[in-house]
């Protein structure tokens, strides 16, 4: 007789933990399904726990077969067979076990109207029992379909998997296929074969292309006579093995001079400095950027070794830079000189570059030609020195070092630096003027020294202290100033010769040294005239008067100090 049993009752942790997997992402999984002889009411259900896993007789247990979810539902199919029951016994009540998050739980159970008898074990005849209860699922993702790969294989379950592992066959057929398409469009690295398409290279092609490129008509190719228009600009020297006819230039016979005579530059012509004073800057300027051979070894040239191969001229504006390459031999010297329109060279030319090496060509040409051996003759305007120093360098005076300088030496402009000894004393004009000098003062007897700014008026020493006197602001009023360390004393006298205007700007400007950290007001008043007036000094040593007019024939007197920030 068929067995007959009860609508199934899922419990409340099921609800719990689908309500949870809804929101936290993780999923319920149906576990396991266990089978018991003991008799329990139908009502009972909705109240069983958990705990029912401790204290139910578990007949047999076994592993959900399946979980195949249809819409919003879920059907569970766990399978019983004979093959594991020991003892005959009748199934009474059936549980289903779920777990979330790695914890066991009752998912659901049944009860019996009319139960199954499970026989135990016989090798002749197995018995199987399948219970198939389905969930209504709020959330599809809440139910994992998992099980266990060890579990006993429903129909539907195989018929799934043949299903799945046919797709996977398609699908590897399919890629198959179009890996074998694929590999018609790849170049082979050996055999003939036609190309479409534009392919472009990211690294340089090593072997021969043959075929001509889409726009062969436009390029030019290495062998073959063309003719190619607009202007080429090349970023190196370009080398001829052989002739190169260029118009408005000289065709030269020797391969040597042929394949030195390109350089992006204008041919000048060969020789063209054949007058001594003309080798100027200003002709050289008129001459223009470009470059000239000169093979005569007897031309009167100035500043020039004793044989080019070539000669490159640069203009810009009104300067003129010159590399010139001669023959050494086996190989060839590079010299270098600069000049101006209006000053001239500004020195002789100059070794940049001493082992140049030449082709076997050029060694041939002019084989005659000087041993330079790195030094420029001075008969050629060279110092025939190979240390880069001039020829008469013992009587230059140098930027360093200390060296003895006999004759009177007149300056035009200020002498600036730190110390001056002196065996005599320093005696100043009374009004130098200009930018003046910085002097480092020493008395011939040694007991002074001290810096003196040297401006328009009077510098003198007193001990350490530096005076500035007798200085004309204008209309016959003086100034003297006394600097001791930073602190500065002024004091103003003097008669007037004219009219002193109210608020003069006097065009006296206080030489630095002297001068304030802030505008000073210095207050004087005039003899017998009521009221005060202002001589006022701004730190960048312009003066002005301030107040009402003075008189001719006055007599005005003041005095004030101040500090100053100005080096001593």
């Known amino acids: 007789m068929a067995g007959i049993y009860n609508n199934w009752v899922i419990t409340k942790k099921y609800a719990e933990i689908e309500t949870d997997a809804m929101t936290s992402g993780n999923k319920l999984v149906f576990s396991r399904l266990i089978t018991s002889s003991d008799v329990m009411p139908q009502t009972n259900l909705k109240s069983l726990t958990d705990s029912i896993l401790g204290t139910v007789t578990v007949n047999q247990t ?14 569970v ?8 029951c020991t003892l005959d016994y009748d199934i009474n009540t059936v549980l289903i076990v779920g777990s979330y998050k790695g914890v ?10 009319n139960p199954w ?10 018995v199987e029992y399948t219970f198939r209860p389905q969930f209504t699922l709020t959330n599809l993702d809440t139910v994992s379909t998992e099980v266990d790969p060890a579990s006993v294989a429903t129909n539907e379950r195989v018929t799934d998997e043949v299903a799945n592992l046919q797709t996977q066959v398609n699908t590897a057929k399919a890629d198959r296929q179009s890996i074998w398409t694929k590999l018609l469009d790849f170049v082979d690295l050996a055999g003939n074969q036609i190309i479409t398409g534009t392919k472009s290279f990211s690294q340089p092609i090593i072997g021969s292309i043959t075929g001509l490129a889409g726009n062969d008509s436009n390029i030019v190719h290495k062998t073959g006579d063309e003719a190619v228009s607009g202007i080429k600009t090349f970023s190196a020297k370009q080398m001829f093995s052989g002739g190169a006819k260029i118009a408005n230039t000289t065709e030269y016979a020797d391969n040597a001079t042929r394949a030195n005579s390109i350089n992006n530059l204008t041919n000048l012509g060969q020789n063209i400095i054949t007058v001594k004073a003309d080798d100027t800057p200003a002709k050289w300027a008129s001459l223009g950027t470009g470059f000239s051979f000169f093979n005569d070894a007897t031309l009167p040239l100035n500043n020039q070794p004793n044989r080019y191969l070539k000669v490159e001229n640069t203009v810009n504006n009104s300067e003129v830079v010159q590399t010139a390459i001669v023959r050494n031999n086996a190989k060839a010297a590079q010299y270098t000189r600069t000049g101006n329109v209006t000053v001239g060279w500004y020195g002789t030319f100059t070794l940049s570059t001493p082992t140049i090496a030449l ?29 880069g120093k001039a020829a008469n360098d013992a009587d230059l005076v140098h930027k360093s070092g200390d060296e003895t300088i006999s004759g009177t030496k007149t300056f035009n402009n200020g002498i600036f630096g730190e ?66 360390g930073n602190m500065v004393v002024f004091c103003l006298e003097g008669v007037t010769n004219g009219v002193v205007p109210q608020d003069l700007a006097t065009g006296f400007v206080l030489p630095y040294g002297w001068r304030p950290m802030v505008a000073q007001h210095v207050l004087f008043d005039v003899l017998g005239v009521q009221g005060l007036r202002v001589f006022d000094i701004n730190p960048d040593g312009n003066t002005r008067f301030y107040g009402a007019q003075i008189s001719q024939g006055s007599y005005p007197r003041g005095s004030g100090f101040w500090f100053t920030q100005d080096a001593w």
Do not use: C, W
Not at 104 to 113: C, M, R, Y
Not at 117 to 126: D, E, F, G, L, S
Not at 453 to 475: A, E, I, L, P
């Open 62 to 75: 076994v592993s959900i077969s399946s979980v195949k979810i249809d819409s919003s539902t879920a059907t």
């Open 77 to 84: 199919t766990g399978i019983v067979s004979s093959d594991t």
């Open 104 to 113: 066991e739980f009752l998912a659901a159970s049944t009860t019996a109207v």
């Open 117 to 126: 008898r499970m026989p135990a074990k016989n090798v002749n005849q197995i």
């Open 359 to 387: 082709d076997a060509t050029a060694k041939a040409t002019n084989p005659d030609s000087p041993e330079l051996a790195g030094a420029m003759p001075p008969e050629h305007g060279g110092t025939g020195r190979t240390d």
């Open 419 to 484: 110390y001056i000894h002196a065996t005599k004393d320093i005696v100043t004009d009374t009004n130098l003027g200009g930018n003046g000098a910085y002097l480092n003062y020493v008395h011939s007897n040694g007991d002074v020294r001290a810096d003196v700014n040297v401006y328009g008026g009077q510098v003198f020493m007193v001990g350490g202290q530096k005076n500035y006197g007798f200085v004309d602001m204008g209309y016959g009023i003086t100034g003297f100033f006394s600097r001791m």
